[in-house]
T-cell receptor, first 115, second 114 residues
Framework: GAGVSQSPSNKVTEKGKDVELRCDPI?????LYWYRQSLGQGLEFLIY????????KSGLPSDRFSAERTGGSVSTLTIQRTQQEDSAVYLC?????????????FGQGTRLTVV | DAKTTQPNSMESNEEEPVHLPCNHS???????IHWYRQLPSQGPEYVIH???SNVNNRMASLAIAEDRKSSTLILHRATLRDAAVYYC???????????????FGQGTILTVHP
């Protein structure tokens, strides 16, 4: 595909359930980023990958959140035992590498609603 | 992470130039200055970036102060489609685990009046 693809675009889940959010980066991009954006707020950094490894996991809010990336491509963000405060738009971005001068391309996000 | 400071909001009229300021007094010598914007209900999109010299592209111009402690994004002729939140970001160049990390602040909400 031409851009970063995220699925599902919308997800409604019951409190306490686990959810998986998927990100397909642009082919060949080695750096991949996850962000969270609550209603009316800015982007909150969660985690980023360089290849399959995650040098910086500092933004994950709790141990209910985890992410993995396989084959240097697709990434999955998993939220266990979802809470209402997890409701937000989850955005994924990729860039050719994590170099300071490269631009990041964002997906359209997954809107997660926990009821 | 080095921080940036932007006005919460700005307004402009259509067809007029817009100058969006950003202060980054703690910038390090290796940090690049990036600008992204987020249109309503969309993911952010890249606008422009620079290190020391002023930069131009089809979307905008970036003017960087000589001491690099501030920069200004210039939209030469605002259109209604430019209404968005504009983020000024320092892309970490210090190395280590944060190298290349993009940390977003609150940004500037730009309103464009017809």
């Amino acid at each position: 595909g031409a851009g970063v693809s995220q699925s599902p675009s919308n997800k409604v889940t019951e409190k306490g359930k686990d959810v998986e959010l998927r990100c397909d980066p642009i082919s060949g991009h080695t750096a991949l980023y996850w962000y969270r954006q609550s209603l009316g707020q800015g982007l909150e950094f969660l985690i980023y990958f360089q290849g399959n490894s995650a040098p910086d996991k500092s933004g994950l809010p709790s141990d209910r959140f985890s992410a993995e990336r396989t084959g240097g491509s697709v990434s999955t963000l998993t939220i266990q035992r979802t809470q209402q405060e997890d409701s937000a738009v989850y955005l994924c971005a990729s860039s050719l590498d994590r170099g300071r001068s490269t631009e990041a391309f964002f997906g359209q996000g997954t809107r997660l609603t926990v009821v | 992470d080095a921080k940036t400071t932007q006005p919460n909001s700005m307004e402009s009229n259509e067809e007029e130039p817009v100058h969006l300021p950003c202060n980054h007094s703690t910038i390090s010598g290796t940090d690049y200055i990036h600008w992204y914007r987020q249109l309503p209900s969309q993911g952010p999109e890249y606008v422009i970036h620079g290190l020391t010299s002023n930069v131009n592209n089809r979307m905008a111009s970036l003017a960087i102060a000589e001491d690099r402690k501030s920069s200004t994004l210039i939209l030469h002729r605002a259109t209604l489609r430019d209404a968005a939140v504009y983020y000024c970001i320092l892309r970490d160049g210090a190395g280590g685990t944060s190298y290349g990390k993009l940390t977003f602040g609150q940004g500037t909400i730009l309103t464009v009046h017809p």
